[in-house]
Antibody
């Protein structure tokens, strides 16, 4: 059974960096059939794709966040990670790590709520 | 970016009703359209991919249709567990984008 689990601080100060890690079980992140994405959802709002990483390290980011985001992968730990710099209140959201099976998101983590506050 | 517009934004229905939700893309996306169901406090769940293919484990009362710019999600006989918010998502050209969601609640 494939499972994804987000981990990281639930509270980040304005202007600092949001860092989350997704631990994957049941499938290897170096499986070339999948990409590994991050998606976020502000409270009470819709879904926004942040970006993906492939096992090779290839990434693609949403242009709306591209200047502040980086996604990396660690195949030895079967994890991938998100860094978002210079956060503001607008970055407060539930962050999901997601398996991307050729442009459809077929397996989701439970989500990690990140609050931005001093 | 490809804009995805769902209608209606919300609807009220009863158990046993047939429910239809529409999603329109701002440009043609062939059949690269997926549908998700999200219940309160939970992660979204993939229902339909490639416009009309049923994801494994999803009940057959869910169906999808359409191509190009206009797509439809139908629930043939609404069940109590189907009250939720539904999102469409295009997988044609990055950045992948979602519709704003359609909330289905109890009439």
């Amino acid at each position: 059974q494939v499972q994804l689990q987000e981990s990281g601080p639930g509270l980040v100060k304005p202007s600092e960096t949001l860092s989350l890690t997704c631990t994957v079980s049941g499938v290897s992140v170096d499986n070339g059939d999948y990409y590994w994405s991050w998606i976020r959802q502000p409270p009470g709002k819709g879904l926004e794709w942040i970006g993906y990483v492939y096992y090779s390290g290839h990434t693609n980011y949403n242009p709306s966040l591209k200047s502040r985001v980086s996604i990396s992968i660690d195949t030895s730990k079967n994890q991938f990670s998100l860094n978002l710099t210079s956060v503001t209140a607008a970055d407060a959201a539930v962050y999901y790590c997601v398996r991307d099976a050729i442009w459809r998101f077929d397996t989701w983590g439970q989500g990690a709520l990140v609050t931005v506050s001093s | 970016d490809i804009q995805m517009t769902q209608s209606p934004s919300s609807l009220s229905a009863s158990v046993g009703d047939r429910v239809t939700i529409t999603c329109r893309a701002s440009q043609t996306i062939s059949t690269s359209l997926n549908w998700y169901q999200q219940k309160s406090g939970k992660a979204p769940k993939l229902l339909i991919y490639a416009a009309s293919s049923l994801q494994s484990g999803v009940p057959s009362r869910f169906s999808g249709s359409g191509s190009g710019t206009d797509f439809t999600l139908s629930i043939s006989i609404l069940q109590p567990e189907d009250f939720a918010t539904y999102y469409c998502q295009q997988g044609y050209s990055p950045p992948w984008t979602f519709g704003q969601g359609t909330r289905v609640d109890v009439k």
